[in-house]
T-cell receptor
Framework: KAGVTQTPRYLIKTRGQQVTLSCSPI?????VSWYQQTPGQGLQFLFE???????NKGNFPGRFSGRQFSNSRSEMNVSTLELGDSALYLC????????????FGNGTRLTVT | AQKITQTQPGMFVQEKEAVTLDCTYD???????LFWYKQPSSGEMIFLIY??????QNATEGRYSLNFQKARKSANLVISASQLGDSAMYFC??????????????FGRGTSLIVHP
């Protein structure tokens, strides 16, 4: 099975711009979740989608949004970028079985200047 | 309160020796799962091992084993025969309510492991 694919790997944006990140889950996985990783805050949960519906949301401002398509692919959007949004953004997919782990992509490293 | 605590920011080990990475957790849910992930410098998080709260035996996966002490709420990762490629960040994570439903794990701050030749 192909793993979780995230594109692009690297992004450089300027403050005020917006950005869209993409994630293709493992085939058959309907749950896709997004995480922000920074040296200061560690790994923080952004949101989770299941069957095109946002099922859970972390404690992030409304500038962070996402969606999931019928083929389970997911996108994450950040509008009005701030310097503090510079981070590694990780996407993960999982099956619904309780013991199933998260399967992560390689991440998108976003730098905001 | 921290749900997952990893008290060792950095660890060093000699190649071929064993190393234990500590993880303590806090939950009132009787049904939970504990995971360990490895993150090399490339960034990808790699799943290593899983322990369910109702599992009677400690989990093992190749060179990885989990020392699960339920009463102490501890789930330490043991890596036997360390290799240079084991140098990475290691994260302990917990998922509560593993009987089904939404999946929002809580991650620790991680431990940086460096394996010396």
């Amino acid at each position: 099975k192909a793993g979780v694919t995230q594109t692009p790997r690297y992004l450089i944006k300027t403050r005020g711009q917006q950005v869209t990140l993409s994630c293709s889950p493992i085939s058959g996985h309907r749950s896709v979740s997004w995480y922000q990783q920074t040296p200061g805050q560690g790994l923080q949960f952004l949101f989770e989608y299941f069957s095109e519906t946002q099922r859970n949301k972390g404690n992030f401002p409304g500038r962070f949004s996402g969606r999931q398509f019928s083929n389970s692919r997911s996108e994450m959007n950040v509008s009005t970028l701030e310097l503090g949004d510079s981070a590694l953004y990780l996407c993960a997919s999982s099956s619904e079985q309780g013991r199933s782990p998260l399967h992560f992509g390689n991440g998108t490293r976003l730098t905001v200047t | 309160a921290q749900k997952i605590t990893q008290t060792q920011p950095g660890m060093f080990v000699q190649e071929k020796e064993a190393v234990t990475l500590d993880c303590t957790y806090d939950t009132s849910d009787p049904s939970y799962g504990l995971f360990w992930y490895k993150q090399p410098s490339s960034g990808e998080m790699i799943f290593l091992i899983y322990q369910g709260s109702y599992d009677q035996q400690n989990a093992t996966e190749g060179r990885y084993s989990l020392n699960f002490q339920k009463a102490r709420k501890s789930a330490n990762l043991v890596i036997s025969a360390s290799q240079l490629g084991d140098s990475a960040m290691y994260f302990c994570a917990m998922r509560e309510g593993v009987t089904g439903g939404s999946y929002i794990p809580t991650f620790g701050r991680g431990t940086s492991l460096i394996v010396h030749p």
